[in-house]
Structure formats: C-alpha cells, structure tokens
Nanobody, 120 residues
C-alpha cells in the first residue's frame, strides 16, 4: 500500500507562517516528482509548488518569494514552508507524488489534504 500522510495545517493570522509536511510510505522504488496543490472553495485545484527528482523547483506566481518547497535527505518527506500568509492562501492543501512502484509502473498518489486558514 502506497500512501502519503500530510501534517501541519491550521489557523494563522495574516503575515504568519506555517510548515506543511508530507511523508511517503509503502512499496515505492523511487519518487520522480513531489508537489503541493491547493483547492479553495469554489475553485479548481491548483499547483502551488513542485520539486523534481533532479531538484528542479517551480512555484505558482502568487507564492513566489513567500513559499519554499524542500525535502529530507532520504527523499521520503517533503515540506512546504509558507511565510507572509494572506487570506487568499486559505485552502485545503494536498501533497502529491509521482512514484515508481514495485512493478516499475508510475503512479500519481495524493495525500488526504490539510486545511490552511489565514485570518485577516
């Protein structure tokens, strides 16, 4: 069973910070891409940040300079450091990974989602 478990959401005031974590477990040979998405009410899910196996990083325009994606040395846990938060950042945040499983096929797997609420 391959799964992602997230943690770190919560309620914070404008200008505050939060750090999200996502840990992959199960029958995984490799992780190609690690990412964070978010979905606000009545909005489509959007890509926030992505980190590839060769350590290429990209962010959505509205979070550049405020959010930072990173991972641990074992490449099994990744993080989203969110600073200078605004109410527009309020959403459910999902981690995602493109993984190689035991039969060498690629799969996209998702975390359960964690609520981030920024009050004004």
């Amino acid at each position: 069973q391959v799964q992602l478990v997230e943690s770190g959401g919560g309620l914070v005031r404008t200008g505050g910070s939060l750090r999200l974590s996502c840990t992959a477990s199960g029958a995984i040979r490799d992780i190609n891409t690690m990412g964070w998405y978010r979905q606000a009410p009545d909005h489509q899910r959007e890509l926030v940040a992505i980190l590839t196996k060769d350590e290429s990083i990209d962010y959505m325009d509205s979070v550049k300079g405020r959010f930072s994606i990173s991972r641990n040395d074992a490449k099994t846990t990744w993080y989203l450091q969110m600073d200078s938060l605004t109410p527009e950042d309020t959403a459910v945040y999902y981690c995602m990974a493109n993984v190689v499983v035991l039969n060498w096929s690629h799969r996209d797997i998702w975390g359960q989602g964690t609520q981030v609420t920024v009050s004004s």
